[in-house]
C-alpha cells in the first residue's frame, strides 16, 4: 500500500507541473492543404463539465492553424527516444491538457522528448472519409524527425500515443504513413513511427457490431509495435483494442495489451485508486521491453550534423 501511494503521490506531481517548453512550429506554414471556415480556436470547457480525478481538463476546438510544441527531456536524462502525442476529443475538441501537456510532462521525466501535436478539430468525418487528420499526423512525425539533430532526437526511435480519437489518429498513421493525394510527389523524412502506445481508443472496429475493424485501419507486416491499454467497462468498447490486437498479432507484429475491469474513458494519467490509471509505469517498462530505451545511463548526443 505504502509503494501504491508513493506512486500516486508522484504520478500527480508530475501532472501537475507544465513541461519545459523550447519551441513551437506550426504544421503547415504556407497554410494548411485544406482551408478552414470555423470559428476562432477557444477552450470551450465549462463549470459544469465533469471532473478528471478532481481536476477540469481543457476543451480546446476551432484549431485551423495546426502546431507541433516541442518538450525536451532534460539533457542530463535524455535518452534519445522521442514521442509525437495525439491528444483525444472525438475529433471534436482536443484534451489538450489532460491528454497533451500532462503527457509531455511525465515522457520528460523518464528521459523522453515530447512533440505535443494541436491538429485540427472540429471534424464531421475522419480518416479514411477525410484524410487532414492524417495529414496534420504525416506532417508532425515528419517536422519531428527533420530537427532530429537540433533537438538532440534519434530519429529511429521516434513513436506515438494517442488517447481516444487520438489513438485512432496515431493507428491510422501507423499504417498509412506514406498517404499522399493524388499527383503529389513523395515526402521525407519517413511518417512511419518505430512504435505506438494506443490508449483507450475509439473508431478503430466497426460499429454498431463491434466484430471487425473499421474500414482504414488496415494493419499489415509494416505497423510499428504497438502497446494497447483500455477498461473493461469504457463506454468506447474495448473490444477497439481487442480486434486491434488480435489483427496485430495475425499480421506478425510484436504487440502488448492491457485490459482493466475498471478505468472507464478518458483518465489521461492522473492517478486514481484503480490501477489502470498507473498505466504509465506499464509503458515505461515496455519502451525497455521493444529496446528503445536501454540500460545505459549516458545522455543522448545526436552525431548528425547540426
Request: hydrophobic residues 40%.
Amino acid at each position: 500500500m505504502r509503494t501504491f501511494l508513493l506512486l500516486a503521490i508522484a504520478s500527480f506531481a508530475f501532472a501537475s507541473l507544465a513541461p519545459a517548453q523550447k519551441v513551437t512550429l506550426p504544421l503547415w506554414p504556407n497554410g494548411a492543404p485544406e482551408p478552414y471556415h470555423g470559428g476562432p480556436e477557444q477552450d470551450i470547457t465549462k463549470p459544469t463539465d465533469a471532473l478528471i480525478a478532481g481536476r477540469s481538463l481543457m476543451h480546446l476546438t476551432n484549431v485551423s492553424n495546426p502546431t507541433l510544441a516541442f518538450y525536451p527531456a532534460p539533457a542530463e536524462k535524455n535518452t534519445g527516444v522521442a514521442i509525437v502525442v495525439f491528444p483525444g476529443g472525438g475529433y471534436r475538441i482536443l484534451a489538450y491538457d489532460l491528454e497533451g501537456t500532462e503527457v509531455c510532462t511525465w515522457l520528460n521525466s523518464i528521459g523522453v522528448n515530447c512533440a505535443l501535436v494541436k491538429y485540427r478539430v472540429p471534424f464531421a468525418t475522419h480518416y479514411p472519409e477525410n484524410t487532414a487528420d492524417l495529414e496534420d499526423a504525416q506532417q508532425a512525425m515528419r517536422i519531428t524527425r527533420t530537427h532530429a539533430a537540433e533537438w538532440n532526437i534519434d530519429p529511429n526511435r521516434t513513436g506515438v500515443l494517442g488517447f481516444s480519437a487520438g489513438a485512432h489518429l496515431a493507428v491510422v498513421l501507423s499504417n498509412h504513413p506514406d498517404f499522399k493525394r493524388p499527383g503529389e510527389p513523395d515526402n521525407e523524412p519517413s511518417a512511419r513511427p518505430d512504435f505506438a502506445f494506443i490508449i483507450y481508443p475509439g473508431y478503430l472496429t466497426d460499429e454498431p457490431a463491434l466484430n471487425k475493424l473499421a474500414k482504414g485501419i488496415d494493419p499489415s507486416s509494416n505497423t510499428p509495435p504497438t502497446f494497447l491499454l483500455q477498461a473493461e467497462n469504457d463506454p468506447v468498447h474495448e473490444e477497439n483494442a481487442l480486434l486491434y490486437f488480435q489483427a496485430l498479432k495475425e499480421a506478425k507484429v510484436p504487440a502488448e495489451l492491457h485490459i482493466f475491469a475498471e478505468g472507464g474513458h478518458g483518465y489521461g494519467l492522473r492517478p486514481t485508486s484503480l490501477p489502470i490509471t498507473h498505466w504509465p509505469v506499464l509503458a515505461e517498462t515496455w519502451l525497455h521491453t521493444i529496446h528503445m530505451i536501454g540500460t545505459s545511463t549516458t545522455p543522448y548526443r545526436s552525431t548528425a550534423a547540426h
